[in-house]
């Protein structure tokens, strides 16, 4: 299984996830970390904006994350859109906003089974 977390500093997750500066790819096996790797975000026009707006085009395509991220089993983020929430749902990628700030805590939980989704949390576009 594959972890995917949105991370500006590769320790903690960042609060939005289309502007993180990467992904840390936590790679599960057996409920153990077997390892991590860090995917810098080049696939999101997001991360190249300056300001918390967006700007120009609403209706642009999360294709380009969504292929980035296609072996993931789930992604973790502190926030996120609406639309790339339920985009990742469609492409089968569990998608969770979560309260807590740190990677491996966010993972223990998630495995334990108590990772509290907060969809109510992401942001509308």
Wanted: charged share 25%.
């Amino acid at each position: 299984m594959k972890v995917g977390i949105a991370s500006n500093d590769e320790h903690s997750i960042a609060y939005h996830f289309g502007r993180a500066k990467g992904f840390i790819i936590a790679d599960v096996v057996e409920g153990e970390i077997k390892s991590k790797e860090y995917r810098l975000n080049n696939f999101s026009h997001h991360s190249h904006q300056g300001s918390h707006e967006h700007q120009g085009n609403h209706n642009h395509s999360h294709t380009r994350i969504l292929s980035s991220l296609k072996d993931c089993d789930v992604v973790i983020s502190r926030g996120m859109g609406k639309r790339i929430y339920d985009d990742l749902r469609d492409a089968n990628i569990e998608a969770m906003i979560t309260d807590i700030a740190e990677v491996d805590e966010a993972i223990a939980a998630y495995l334990a089974g108590t990772l509290v989704d907060n969809p109510e949390k992401g942001c509308v576009h």
